[in-house]
C-alpha cells in the first residue's frame, strides 16, 4: 500500500513547495504533498463526472451545489471523452487502485484542474471534505459569498485506519432537538466520522416513537422534577426518517441503541408490568444504575421488545442495533419467581448467564430480521451472546477479552473516549494518544477491532453545552481513527487543531479548552517533608494567578512563576487569567504534610485499575481528593475493606490519625461502615489506636468528602500506623442498585 501511494504522488511532476497556513486537514490524510501554485475556483470551473459513474456524478453534482450556494457560480460541465479538462473538477473511478477501498480516494489539484477518484461514493464524499478545508475558513459560515477562491496544489492518496469511526449521542438524560442532531450528523461528516451511535433510550427517558404501545412516548418521555418542572421530549418516526435519510446523503451510519435489560425504567413506568415486581415506577429524575430492569423470567417481555425492535429495524437501514446490556443489577430477578424458574428451566448456572440467555434471544429475533447486535462489555459476562458484537467502555482490557472470545469490537473505554468527563481528566492530548488496538493482542485478530467511538452522555450536559465538551477533542479522536499511527505527532496535530479552530468558527462550534486552563503536578521535596507544586496553563496566552489563604484568586493575585514549595498543609487556588479577565473557573488543590508523607505503605486490598489515584502510594502522596471521583486522586476499591499499613520509618509521637473518603451514593460511592486505626511499634503486634463509626446517614443526598479521625488521648509512640475501612456492604434495599457491591474512595492517610 505505502509503495502505491508513493507511485502515484510521483506521477506529479511539479516542483512541491511548502505553503504555510494553507494546508491543514483534520483528520490528516496518509500521504499528502503539497505542490506548486494554486487552482483558482470560479464561475468559468466547470463541475463534471464520467458519465458512466452513478456515485461520481451523485458527488459531482453534490459538491457543484455547495460550492454555487455560496455564491462561486459553477458550471455543470459534460464531456463525452470521460477525461479532465482545462479549469475543471473532474470526478471518477477510472485508474482508482482498489487497495483504497470503499471510503478511500486521491484528490490531485494542480493550476489547470483537480481530479477526484474514488471506488464508491463515500470515497468521493471524503474527498470533498477534504477539498472544502482547503477552502478559506470563512468558507464554512453563513455569510459567506464570492465568485472565485483559490486553493494550494497538491496530491493526496487517503484511506481510513478504522471502518468504524462514531460518536455515541446520549439523546436520552437530555433532549436533543432534531436540527441539532442534523448539526452533529454535518459536523461528524465534516470530520470523515462515519457512524452516529443514537441512544435513545434510558431510565430518565424514552426518546422514539413506537405506534404499537404510545405510552413509551406519552408517559415515558417526560420527567417531573423535584420543582414540579415536566422536562423531555421524543422523535417521531417522521423525524427519525428525515435525520436517517440527513444522515445517508452524508455518509453516516446511524446506529440506534434501544437498552436492555438495564436502564430501562422509562419503559417501566409507561408499562410496569414487564418489570419483576409489576408496581408503579416513575421516569427517573435521577442519574444512576437503577435495580428496576426488563424482567427476563416473563414471556410478555420478549412480545414487547420484538414487537419495538420490529418498528425500529424498519426505520433504521444500519445492518447494526446497539441493545445496550451494561450496568444491569440482577437483584430484581434474583428475587423474582418467574426469573428463578427460567434460569432452571435453562439449566443456566447464575444470572450472568440469565443476561446472555436474554441478549441472546434478541440476538435471533434481530439475526431474523437481517441486523446483528451490538453490545457493552458486560455482555461478555456469563459468556459470549449469540453473534454479538462488543463495545469495550470499561477499559481496554475488556477489547482484549473480547477479541480472546473472537467478538468484533468497537473500542471506546473511558480513560480516552468519554468527553462528558473534563478537560482535566480526559485532555485533548490523551485522546490523541488513543490506541483501540489493545497492547499485546495477537496481530491475527486486529481485523476483529472494528474502530471506536468517543462517547456524549449528557447527565450534566444540556444540548447548549454539548459543543464544549465535544470539540476540540472530536479532531483528535477523528485522526485516530482515519490517520496510522506512523502518520500522528501531537505537536504537528496541535498546530494544525489551532489554525482549523477558525473552520470551527465559521461553522458556529463552541469549542472548549484543549486541557485544563490550570493543572497541578506535585511531588514530595527533596526533604521528604515538603511538597513542591507545579501549575501550567491550559494553552498558550494564559496567566496564572494563585491564592495559598482561601481566597479566590484575583487579577491582583501571586502570579505564578515558579514551583510553590509547601511546609504544611495547604489548599492552593489557582485560576488562568487573559489580559486580566479570568479564563474558566478557578482551581484548588488541597495537601496535607504529616508523618506519612511519602512513607512506604502495604495495601492489603487490589485497588480498582482505573482508580487508583496515581499509584499504589496514593494514600501517602500529600494529595486530597476533591469531589469528582475521577479526578485521578481517590484510590478505591468496589465491594472490598480498605486496609493500608504505614510504616514511618523509625518510633515516633503519634496523636491523629485520619483518612477522607468520598461520599456520591447515586455513584454506588458509600462512606465506611466503620474506620478502625491501629499502631505498632514491630509492625506484627498492632493495637487499637482508636475506631469511628460511620455518623453520617447514607440516605444523606449531596456529594461530599467526611474525614474518619481517631484522637489518642496521650500520644503514643509508634513505628507502624493500619488503618481498617470496613466496606458497608451491598447497595441497601432503598437504592436504585440494590444488592450490588458498594464502592469506598480514600485519598490520604494523615498522621500527626
Known amino acids: ?66 460550492l454555487n450556494d455560496k455564491g462561486i457560480g459553477c458550471i455543470e460541465g459534460r464531456n463525452e471523452q470521460n477525461v479532465p479538462s482545462q479549469n475543471s473538477i473532474f470526478l471518477t473511478s477510472n485508474d482508482c487502485p482498489d487497495s483504497l477501498g470503499t471510503e478511500g480516494y486521491i484528490l490531485e489539484i494542480t493550476p489547470k484542474q483537480i481530479i477526484i477518484k474514488a471506488n ?14 482547503l477552502f478559506p475558513s470563512d468558507f464554512e459560515s453563513n455569510s459567506f459569498n464570492a465568485h472565485k477562491i483559490s486553493i494550494p496544489c497538491l496530491a493526496i492518496v487517503d484511506k481510513p485506519r478504522f471502518s468504524w469511526r462514531g460518536m455515541n449521542l446520549d439523546c436520552c438524560r437530555h433532549f436533543m432537538e432534531k436540527d441539532f442532531v442534523k448539526r452533529y450528523i454535518d459536523l461528524l461528516a465534516y470530520h470523515k466520522m462515519n457512524v452516529l451511535h443514537w441512544h435513545l433510550t ?42 436517517v435519510a440527513y444522515a445517508t446523503k452524508r455518509h453516516v451510519m446511524i446506529v440506534p441503541e434501544i437498552e436492555m435489560p438495564g436502564h430501562s425504567v422509562a419503559a417501566l413506568a409507561a408499562y410496569p408490568h414487564l418489570s419483576c415486581t409489576g408496581k408503579p415506577l416513575k421516569v427517573e429524575t435521577n442519574w444512576g444504575v437503577f435495580k428496576d430492569i426488563y424482567c427476563a423470567g416473563n414471556d410478555s417481555t420478549f412480545i414487547f421488545l420484538q414487537d419495538v425492535l420490529s418498528e425500529i429495524v424498519h426505520l433504521f437501514p444500519s445492518p447494526y442495533i446497539h441493545i445496550g446490556g451494561d450496568e444491569a443489577p440482577k437483584y430484581r430477578w434474583e428475587n423474582c419467581p418467574k426469573c428463578q424458574a427460567r434460569l432452571h428451566r435453562e439449566k443456566l448456572d447464575n444470572y450472568e448467564e440469565l443476561q446472555r440467555y436474554f441478549i441472546s434471544r434478541i440476538s435471533k429475533f434481530l439475526e431474523s430480521k437481517g441486523k446483528a ?41 473511558t480513560s480516552h473516549c468519554y468527553f462528558d468527563y473534563p478537560v482535566e481528566v480526559t485532555s485533548l492530548q490523551k485522546v490523541y494518544n488513543f490506541n483501540p488496538i489493545p497492547e499485546g493482542a495477537d496481530s491475527a485478530k486486529y481485523a476483529l477491532v472494528l474502530g471506536g467511538e ?142 506519612s508523607l511519602n512513607k512506604p505503605v502495604e495495601l492489603g486490598y487490589s485497588p480498582a485499575e482505573k482508580y487508583l489515584g496515581g499509584g499504589l502510594n496514593a494514600l501517602v502522596d500529600g494529595r486530597l481528593g476533591t469531589e469528582k471521583y475521577n479526578d485521578g486522586i481517590w484510590q478505591a476499591v468496589q465491594g472490598d475493606d480498605i486496609i493500608a499499613t504505614v510504616d514511618l520509618g523509625s518510633i515516633q509521637t503519634v496523636s491523629t490519625i485520619s483518612v477522607g473518603f468520598l461520599k456520591n451514593t447515586p455513584s454506588w460511592i458509600f462512606l465506611p461502615k466503620r474506620v478502625e486505626f491501629y ?60 444488592g450490588s457491591p458498594t464502592w469506598l474512595f480514600a485519598d490520604e492517610i494523615v498522621v500527626e
Open 454 to 595: 468517543c462517547n456524549m452522555w449528557t447527565e450534566r450536559a444540556p444540548q447548549e453545552t454539548i459543543d464544549s465538551k465535544v470539540f476540540p477533542r472530536l479532531l483528535a479522536i477523528s485522526e485516530v481513527l482515519w490517520t496510522y499511527p506512523a502518520e500522528r505527532d501531537y505537536d504537528e496535530f496541535l498546530k494544525r487543531v489551532r489554525y482549523h479552530y477558525n473552520r470551527l468558527n465559521a461553522l458556529g462550534v463552541s469549542y472548549g479548552l484543549e486541557q485544563s486552563a490550570v493543572s497541578f503536578k506535585s511531588k514530595v521535596g527533596d526533604d521528604g517533608k515538603s511538597i513542591v507544586v507545579e501549575l501550567f496553563e491550559g494553552q498558550d496566552n494564559l496567566d496564572i494567578r494563585y491564592t495559598t489563604n482561601g481566597d479566590e484568586p484575583t487579577a491582583i493575585s501571586s502570579l505564578y512563576r515558579k514551583p510553590i514549595s509547601l511546609t504544611q498543609s495547604t489548599t492552593v487556588s489557582a485560576a488562568a487569567f487573559s489580559n486580566g479577565v479570568r479564563v474558566g473557573e478557578v482551581f484548588e488543590r488541597s495537601f496535607a504534610i504529616s508523618k
Open 373 to 413: 447486535i451490538i453490545g457493552w462489555d458486560e455482555i461478555l459476562e456469563g459468556g459470549r451472546p449469540h453473534n454479538a458484537i462488543v463495545q469495550a467502555w470499561r477499559g481496554i482490557d475488556r477489547a482484549s477479552e473480547a477479541l480472546k472470545a473472537n467478538a468484533p469490537v468497537i473500542v471506546s473505554p
Open 120 to 133: 464508491r461514493s463515500s470515497g468521493f464524499f471524503y474527498a470533498i471534505q477534504t477539498l472544502r478545508q
Open 679 to 738: 499502631h505498632s511499634s514491630n509492625g506484627k503486634d498492632f493495637l487499637p489506636f482508636g475506631f469511628k463509626d460511620n455518623p453520617v446517614n447514607p440516605k444523606q443526598e449531596g456529594i461530599f468528602i467526611f474525614k474518619f479521625k481517631a484522637d489518642a488521648k496521650k500520644s503514643i509512640a509508634t513505628r507502624w500506623i493500619k488503618v481498617v475501612a470496613i466496606n458497608p456492604g451491598p447497595c441497601p434495599d432503598w437504592h436504585p442498585a440494590s
Open 1 to 66: 500500500m505505502r509503495n502505491l501511494l508513493f507511485s502515484i504522488i510521483a506521477l506529479v511532476t511539479i516542483t512541491s513547495c511548502r505553503q504555510p497556513n494553507q494546508v491543514s486537514i483534520i483528520p490528516k490524510p496518509v500521504h499528502l504533498k503539497e505542490l506548486k501554485g494554486k487552482f483558482t475556483i470560479s464561475n468559468k470551473t466547470t463541475v463534471f463526472a464520467n458519465s458512466a459513474d452513478s456515485a461520481a456524478k451523485e458527488n459531482a453534482a453534490y459538491l457543484l451545489d455547495f
Open 202 to 243: 434510558e431510565d430518565q427517558g424514552w426518546r422514539i416513537e413506537i405506534k404499537k404501545y404510545p405510552k413509551l412516548t406519552s408517559v415515558g418521555a417526560w420527567r417531573t422534577n423535584a420543582d414540579g418542572t415536566v422536562y423531555g421530549g421524543f422523535y417521531t418516526q417522521d423525524d427519525v426518517r428525515e435525520i
